[in-house]
């Protein structure tokens, strides 16, 4: 609505409307480093393809003359009330896009009241990204750590955070082959971007700790140095969250960024970690990178609460199956009722209107508000929210 009022005096939208301008335009406000991270997908880019080509390949068939003159695209998801079926898909190391990264999504998603999933490889503590929504409703999404105590600490603080759900992203249990990112010869992690929800934990700060005195135990080199670096850090972190990403872009706290690499997945993850959940936490637990119908079925077996089918954007395997795809089985195999998200390659209103239409409760929005971020911070954030949403149109 806003879009159009503006239009018809003439104002340009600070953002571009069309989703192809706006990723040219993200392009040129970023850095070649953050372009390659946040457009890049894995091998020949041929997933991210695909989840396009699947929402070119539906086309809808509009009926007229339906009665509402108000619309409402209002619904209940895990026992909330939604505006309107899209949430914020959880986006790690945004401090590569905009200097507010998260704070600036945060602030953006309040003031249109959308659901917000917290990355657990934010450039923000998830304390100060909340004390930003101001009551705006978020969710936490999780990477299982190879350490339990720090798989407890995350989910203790999500909760304690006031979420209202715990995602456990799947598909990333080892980082994608990113051809973009690997050129560059570094990725964001190796200068302590996106790491802050380790380096806030006091889980973590402990396995820092034991990791150095088993290295001076050891008689390695170095040793003091890195102590002290990482005191440092971890003083800082704590009390000056906004500062210590700057501090971290220094090469000194190797020992945090060394051990968060080793530590914030665990390639082993199974269906035994996983059916441990529920009893780890009183939240509403969502999958999410679920693709095959029978990792769909298991998953509610062992008691999700929803499901998100989602490809990672085309983030972690080429040549995968389009998301949307995937979605027409997983609804086919779990039928009507279990909660069902989509994520990858959704763009446009349209595509929220088909990922709805083939089984979809809500989808989530990766790249492109991220590209709004780019280019106009937390105002093009809305902008392109407003774009891309349905309740807009
Ligand atoms: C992601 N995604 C992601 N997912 C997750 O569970 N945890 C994370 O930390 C991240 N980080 C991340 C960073 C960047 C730069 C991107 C682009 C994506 C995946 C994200 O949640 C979502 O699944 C996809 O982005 C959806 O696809 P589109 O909308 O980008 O096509």
């Known amino acids: 609505g806003h879009v159009y009022r503006q239009g018809a005096l003439g104002r340009r939208p600070a953002v571009p409307t069309d989703d192809a301008a706006l990723e040219r335009a993200a392009r040129r406000a970023m850095s070649a480093r953050a372009w390659a991270y946040v457009a890049g997908g894995a091998g020949q880019g041929r997933t991210m393809a695909r989840n396009r080509q699947a929402f070119d390949a539906w086309g809808v068939l509009p009926r007229m003359a339906h009665g509402h003159a108000v619309r409402d695209l209002s619904l209940d998801l895990l026992g909330h009330r939604l505006a309107a ?145 990482v005191r440092t850090l971890l003083d800082i972190a704590r009390n000056h969250p906004g500062a210590f990403r700057d501090n971290l872009r220094t090469p000194e706290p190797r020992a945090s960024v060394e051990t968060f690499l080793d530590v914030y997945s665990n390639p082993g993850l199974s269906w035994d970690h996983l059916a441990t959940l529920r009893s780890r936490t009183s939240l509403p637990v969502v999958l999410k990178g679920i693709l095959h119908p029978d990792d769909a079925r298991r998953a509610l077996d062992l008691g999700a609460d929803a499901l998100v089918v989602s490809n990672h954007g085309g983030r972690q395997v080429d040549n995968a199956v389009a998301s949307l795809d995937a979605l027409v089985r997983v609804r086919d195999a779990v039928g009507p009722e279990p909660t069902l998200l989509l994520d990858s390659g959704v763009r446009t209103g349209a595509d929220v209107f088909v990922a709805r239409a083939l089984g979809a409760d809500a989808v989530l929005l990766g790249r492109s508000p991220i590209y709004g971020l780019a280019v106009a911070g937390q105002r093009g954030w809305r902008r392109c929210w407003a774009t891309s949403s349905p309740s807009s149109t």
């Open 85 to 229: 079926p899209v949430l914020l898909a959880p986006v790690g190391a945004a401090g590569l896009v905009h200097r507010d990264a998260d704070l600036a999504v945060a602030r953006a998603a309040a003031a249109t009241g959308t659901t917000y999933v917290l990355s657990n490889q934010a450039s923000s503590p998830m304390e100060d990204v909340v004390a930003e929504l101001g009551g705006s409703p978020h969710w936490f999404q999780l990477y299982w750590s190879k350490d339990e105590g720090l798989v407890d600490s995350l989910i203790g603080r999500a909760e304690a955070t006031g979420a209202q759900a715990l995602v456990v992203t799947l598909d990333t249990t080892v980082l994608g082959w990113r051809p973009q990112d690997l050129d560059l010869g570094s990725l964001p992690f190796s200068r302590g971007i996106g790491i802050a929800q380790y380096t806030s934990d006091d889980r973590f700060a402990e396995i820092v700790r034991d990791r150095v005195a088993a290295a001076a135990r050891d008689g390695r080199e170095a040793v003091e140095v890195t102590l002290g670096a």
